[in-house]
């Protein structure tokens, strides 16, 4: 499998991405949500100087800003680095090229709460069994809505674009 380099906007997002996979670690099997703010001036005028984005708001070929992705792709990276079958331990990265468990993610709307400056982007993972349970629940989804097929057959996919080494093919 080919190696991509990190998004460098998704590595602003680590700690907070390590504390929520820790939490979902401690509640197994339930989904726990966190609410991901949009970028504020200083974020954005930040992207464009040191990283060379100027538009956060960018959508992928899901519907997905850009600063959701880069949360998104933080938050896998945390769990795969570090989640053990039995915990997620920080600094402890795994030697595996694979997670341990399975982590399910949900993109939510938009949320306003008293006390919030502006709207926020609903959020929800929950980490599960892995493996061969995972592989045997995938395979039950209709093939519209499946992101894995057995090994062996073909996928459609679009390559990533010649700018973003760290966004896999598909």
Same mark, same amino acid.
């Given at each position: 499998?080919p190696q ?17 996979? +820790?939490? $979902?670690? #401690?509640?197994?099997? @339930?989904?726990? =949500?966190?609410?991901?703010?949009? &970028?504020?001036?200083? *974020?954005? /005028? ?53 997670? +341990?468990? $399975?982590? #399910?993610?949900?993109? @939510?709307?938009? =949320?306003?709460?008293?006390?919030? &400056?502006?709207?926020? *982007?609903? /959020? ?22 499946r992101y ?20 896999p093919g598909?």
């Amino acid at each position: 499998m080919p190696q991509y380099q990190r998004d460098p906007l998704s590595e602003w997002f680590d700690g907070a991405a390590a504390g929520w996979v +820790a939490r $979902a670690y #401690r509640n197994y099997g @339930r989904w726990e =949500i966190t609410y991901l703010a949009p &970028p504020s001036a200083a *974020r954005r /005028l930040e992207a464009a100087v040191e990283l060379g984005i100027g538009n956060l708001d960018e959508r992928d070929r899901w519907g997905l800003p850009r600063w959701t992705r880069a949360f998104k792709r933080a938050v896998y990276h945390q769990h795969k680095l570090y989640g053990y079958g039995d915990a997620f331990r920080p600094g402890d990265p795994r030697l595996s090229g694979s997670a +341990a468990t $399975a982590l #399910r993610w949900d993109t @939510r709307g938009l =949320i306003q709460k008293a006390g919030w &400056p502006q709207r926020r *982007r609903e /959020l929800a993972i929950m980490i599960t069994a892995g493996g061969d349970a995972a592989a045997a629940a995938a395979q039950a989804v209709r093939p519209a809505r499946r992101y894995t097929v057995a090994a062996g057959e073909g996928f459609r996919s679009k390559p990533a674009p010649p700018d973003r080494p760290w966004e896999p093919g598909f």
